[in-house]
């Protein structure tokens, strides 16, 4: 907004927050196409107006379920037990944290290793990287492995290092 544009009639679109609506005959004229303010539009019957700016967005719970569900038993920093159900295939270990995604939103959440009850059982059905008994690959080998991941290439380095670590 510019320094004039109260001489224009310029305010901020109560349904979108359009910075750049305007004020026309007593109605409000949008400049977002998908705004039911907008010229032309019919008023959609199920139109809520925007957040206001600094309220937190309300994320809807939504009704997902795991494929290939796995429970698992944990106990938070308040002590507190809690059961999630997780989809076994999205189960990644980073270092001393376990990462799933859980029921009913879909999202992803990190766990502390010692605070799972049931770490044996999540392990197991946990995707693993390296076989049982194999040592993990050096800080080098993961470098150049990550490396050809992210950008999608090849070299002979990687190659050999693939053949020893084929599912990383």
């Known amino acids: 907004m510019g320094f004039f544009d109260f001489l224009k009639g310029a305010v901020q679109c109560p349904l979108c927050g359009a910075a750049d609506a305007r004020k026309s005959g007593g109605r409000i004229v949008c ?7 907008f010229p ?3 008023p959609a019957a199920d139109a809520q107006p925007a957040p206001a700016r600094g309220a937190p967005a309300k994320i809807p719970r ?3 379920q795991p494929r290939q569900p796995i429970t698992v038993r944990y106990r938070n920093f308040q002590e507190r037990e809690q059961t999630f159900t997780a989809e076994a295939d999205s189960c990644r270990r980073e270092k001393n944290h376990i990462s799933v995604l859980v029921a009913p939103t879909g999202r992803r959440i990190t766990l502390r290793r010692d ?8 392990e197991e059905r946990c995707a693993q990287r390296v076989p049982p008994g194999q ?15 992210k950008h999608k290439s090849t070299s002979a380095l990687y190659e050999k290092i693939r053949a020893k670590y084929p599912d990383w």
């Open 135 to 149: 040592a993990w690959p050096t800080p080098r080998e993961r470098q150049v492995l990550n490396y050809h991941k």
């Open 40 to 42: 032309g539009q019919e």
């Open 62 to 64: 939504g009704n997902w």
């Open 31 to 37: 400049s977002n196409p998908m705004c039911r303010n």
């Open 115 to 122: 605070r799972i009850a049931n770490l044996a059982e999540v």
